[in-house]
């Protein structure tokens, strides 16, 4: 299925906006993101394999973590993924 | 709807004079707006928090649609690097404090507003007392200690918070806060380590971006003061100004948050700071080199030897047998280069074998200011290197103090 890839974690997937991914389910999918583009795992996951807290996954128009089977829920083929980030831009670092 | 003015009858709202009818005809004709709503503007006291990329389009709508009183936070002065994008300051104001280089441009615009100015940090300590006075609060900071701290602050004392944060090409907008909906610990319990978020070089935006979702706020705030329409309450709004898409998600309220949940844990401000896991800002100065923790005159940092550019000039001059590694990206090299080798920090590790046969020469590490090459030192010391030293102050520094025909940027 489609995953979006928000800006900041496009240097991890070779500035692709979107990626196609084969998965059962939610989790499933970004695992297999993570297996496909290995410096993006450190960024979804601990190190305990859970989701990062700061990462929001959205199947279609939905938060991952309010839909009943969360990560588990079964994911279809024309179904998308968006990735929302933290960011905190207001203006522009100067380093 | 959140209380914005308090719920004052037509007759309690301030009066317009008769400039000030010429002034906003075109919202007097406007039914959504009319008499009463620009009255409503007036009455209002809107916080800008930030006078940046967010802010200063932010500022400047709401001056001109008639908001009666805007406050500024803001400790920065004005730099020439600001122009590209935050219009409220201007070539003449550069060196001047944000707060009154703001001031200049909104008074310009419009003399009927009232202007209260905060040169300061917006902190713990001094945000419940600044928020009080004030209707609505514009979120335009630029880092997450200030994000998460603004909208603790704003749950706390019950104030909407119109949100829009930017990075790159891509931005965000919501209405954080009010009673109803979510607020910003709801989407984003936890802000990210600061290992993890990307290095502000990496960064940079396109200087439209902000003025784009700046005006998203404006609009958000001055439908929150008239009550109309549907504010961004509960919603995301994803902004991409590369592919000009625009997507709005559904927020919920989480019931357990820590802030506005049902059984709060967080019922005052706390140390913003320790929380997003970056140093305390010893000085008053920009935020983002304690967040990407630029190292000073350090003689060593984690292990890495601190060098100052005079120290590494004499080195060249003395024509010693050195090896040096600049980590910016590519696009920065030709802005200014010292001659060096280029492999980004981010793409370091899965390069390093290029610098085999360097591994136990001396190698001096530069980048821009001297943050992403003590990350990349610290990445050679780790995979071996035995004798590897950080360029103190970066390339701005050699600008600064070696060659000043050097562009800094």
Redesign the interface.
Known sequence: MKIHI???LR?YTGGK?TVEVGGATVAATLDQLATSYPELR??LFTAEGKL???V?V?LN???VR?LPNKEETVAAENDEL?I???????????? | MPVLTEELTTTELPKLTNDEIARYSRHLILPEVGMEGQQKLKAAKVLCVGTGGLGAPLALYLAAAGVGTIGLVDFDTVDASNLQRQVIHSTATVGMLKVDSAEIMLKGLNPHLNVVKYNTMLTSANALEIFKDFDVIADGTDNFQTRYLVNDACVLTGKPNAYGSIFRFEGQASVFGTEEGPCYRCLYPEPPPPGLVPSCAEGGVLGILPGLVGIIQATEVIKLILKIGDPLIGRLLLVDALGMSFRTLKLRKNPDCPVCGTHPTVTELIDYDQFCGVPKPTEVGPLEVAQNQAVGDLPVVDGIPQISVEAFKRKLDAKEDIFVLDVREPHEYPIANLGAPLIPVGSLEGRISELASVKDKEIIVHCRSGARSQKAAVILKNAGFSNVSNLTGGILAWAEKIDPTMPKY
């Open positions: 928000p800006t900041p240097s906006e450190n960024h990062r807290s700061f929001n959205y128009d939905d938060d309010y968006t929302i980030p933290s960011i905190a831009g207001g203006c522009c670092c100067n380093l």
